[in-house]
């Protein structure tokens, strides 16, 4: 069961505290297995569905940079853990341009929502949204274009 939430979510940590919930909940709600399946496939539908939960819950609050990384359309997910990697984010990082920087680095590093950004820098939440978009991709351009050469 580790090793299945590990492999969903990538983070040590969350994968331990996801697997200890998912026996609790099995044990919790044995009495509901009818039977129609596996066990094993019973366990993995508890531990998707409280993966799932997990993320839909940060989802709302905040955004990581594991969250930007996995959604970007570039493979950076794929080495996020190796150092060389983070290094070439945080590069990437320095090159953007103000108010890009400022505002990817308070909703990522900082993980404040888009109305807390827009309060402090004194502008609207769309703004911090359309903001947060275009150093998005500003970012994932620049990582683009070193991985080119």
């Known amino acids: ?49 409280l993966f799932y939960s997990h993320r839909k819950k940060r989802d709302n609050n905040h955004t990581s940079l594991t969250d930007f990384t996995a959604s970007s359309p570039c493979r950076v997910e794929d080495g996020i853990e190796d150092r060389e990697q983070l290094m070439r984010i945080h590069k990437a990082m320095r090159t953007l341009p103000e108010p890009y920087k400022e505002v990817f680095s308070l909703r990522i590093l900082g993980e404040l929502t888009f109305k807390e950004i827009g309060q402090l820098l004194n502008q609207s939440e769309t703004w911090a949204r359309v903001t947060y978009f275009r150093a998005k991709t500003k970012l994932v351009d620049i990582l683009r274009k070193d991985e080119a050469v």
């Open 1 to 49: 069961m580790y090793r299945y939430l590990l492999r969903l979510c990538g983070n040590k940590p969350l994968a331990e505290e996801l697997t200890q919930e998912t026996f609790l909940r099995a044990i919790e709600k044995a009495d509901t297995f009818k039977g129609d399946c596996s066990v094993n496939t019973w366990l993995c539908a508890i531990a998707r569905n």
